[in-house]
């Protein structure tokens, strides 16, 4: 793709390609991702215990009715 770079006038797709090539270079500990050290240990080590709600129960509450919506991602597709 970077060969036909040079190529396109089209600035719509000249940014679509800037895009990609900047997803397919992306990495989480690069210093653009503007990521600390704690952030980037909680994204490569995430925890492996059950969440707790720890007494929010508006929290609980919105979890609860999330997981209650049966069609929640049908809609989302049809919309």
């Known amino acids: 793709m970077e060969e ?3 190529n ?3 600035d719509d797709l000249r940014i ?3 895009f990609i090539f900047g997803m397919q270079a992306a990495s989480l500990d690069d210093p ?3 990521l ?3 952030a980037l ?3 490569c080590n995430p925890p492996t215990y059950p969440a707790s709600f720890d007494g929010d129960r508006a929290l609980e509450a919105a ?3 999330y997981i209650g919506l049966n069609h ?3 809609d989302y597709n049809v919309a």
């Open 41 to 43: 240990q909680r994204l």
């Open 72 to 74: 929640s991602d049908g």
């Open 63 to 65: 979890i609860k009715l």
């Open 32 to 34: 653009g991702s503007g």
């Open 4 to 6: 036909i770079y040079p």
């Open 36 to 38: 600390d050290a704690d």
């Open 16 to 18: 679509s390609l800037e």
């Open 8 to 10: 396109i006038k089209l």
